[in-house]
């Protein structure tokens, strides 16, 4: 079968290999469609945290974000039966220490990711996964599917957050995360859900995905207007994806007391932060990695339209055009969103 894979001496190609058999607890599925991430892009290039000091040992399959139909159950397994569209979770934990045992897996000093460390991921025609993490989305489209990953990371800032009626929430960055939080933060019952971003494409797009207000992040008096828009009171709930560190700077300027402030954006810089404001106004800074627990709420939240993906596709590649989908990816833009590898187009 096809599969792209990352070698540390060569980079990422696209190789003919032998096709993985389900073990005891997986499943065998055809591969539909995956998203190509800026972490796909961060461990081609090397510059991952993980890959900092250099490719992986083992040539490592990426493509975190993917669907696919079961073709064959391992031995242990009982569904879902083959012929079902499914999506599945990231990170994968031990299953057996007192994190994995809570379901907060993200967290478990034992895990793998699929595609991004220690296990392979969807980038490839035919792919085996845990069955345990393994997801129906029988009504989505196998793209849209592809894209219940990123969502699931809104739907999960969102509920770290609290998020609920009366609440303001501002959104800072428009890339796909962003995007998905947006309308997640919206799912929640926020009051009023805003984003903020440097690109007018990307800020007419969380218009129509239901921002009630949008801002030009990289206007002078970006702060000024979202006080004035807030009466100067601020936001309840600030959702950092960008990953700048101008933009927590941000974060903590349009925060009212008590504020509750998401972390999804991944930072190479230190924060540096006065920490007076944040304990003076009892600040709740909530970091997160992964997105364990919310998986059939997003898919839920996907079927009824109350997340969408599909305006976030922006290119679709077969997976032998790989190379100008990583480079569309890297050079990113305002029109680039979200791009898709399809390895067995339908
Ligand atoms: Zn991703
Ligand atoms: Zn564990």
Redesign the pocket.
């Known amino acids: 079968m096809n599969a792209l894979r990352y070698h540390a001496d060569e980079g990422l190609l696209l190789e003919d290999i032998p096709a993985p058999a389900p073990g005891p607890g997986e499943v065998l599925l055809e591969v539909r469609a995956v998203?190509v991430?800026?972490?796909?892009i961060e461990i081609v290039e090397g510059s991952h945290p993980f890959y900092v000091n250099g490719g992986p040992e083992q040539p490592l399959v990426p493509g975190?974000?993917w669907s696919g139909v079961v073709r064959e159950l391992g031995a242990g397994v009982f569904g879902p039966p083959v012929g079902t569209l499914v999506t599945g979770e990231?990170g994968i934990g031990c299953g057996a220490c007192d994190l994995c045992r809570i379901g907060q897996h993200n967290a478990c000093p034992h895990r793998v990711e699929t595609g991004i460390f220690g296990r392979d991921g969807a980038m490839r025609e035919l792919h085996v996964h845990p069955a345990a993490l393994t997801y129906p989305c029988t009504r989505l489209s196998p793209e849209e599917a592809a894209l219940v990953?990123?969502a699931s990371?809104g739907v999960y800032a969102a509920q770290r957050a609290g998020v609920r009626p009366g609440d303001r929430v501002i959104v800072l960055g428009g890339g796909?995360?962003g995007q998905m939080a947006l309308q997640a933060a919206r799912a929640f019952g926020a009051t009023e859900v805003m984003l903020a971003t440097r690109s007018p494409e990307k800020l007419a797009l969380a218009a129509q995905l239901g921002a009630d207000a949008t801002f030009d992040a990289g206007a002078q008096d970006f702060v000024a207007a979202v006080m004035e828009h807030t009466s100067g009171d601020g936001v309840h709930v600030v959702i950092e994806a960008s990953g700048s560190n101008q933009s927590l700077r941000d974060a903590v300027s349009l925060a009212r007391p008590l504020a509750r402030i998401v972390i999804l954006g991944v930072f190479e810089q230190p924060w540096v932060q006065e920490i007076g404001p944040l304990v003076a106004n009892e600040y709740t800074i909530l970091p997160t990695v992964g997105s364990p627990g919310v998986w059939p709420l997003t898919i839920s939240l996907m079927e009824r339209g109350r997340i969408q993906a599909g305006p976030l596709i922006s290119g679709r590649f077969p997976i032998a055009d790989y190379r100008w989908a990583f480079e569309t990816v890297a050079r990113g833009g305002p029109t680039t969103i979200k791009c898709l590898l399809l390895p067995r187009p339908a």
């Open positions: 998203g991430c800026r972490t796909d975190h974000e990231t990953e990123p990371v796909s995360i």
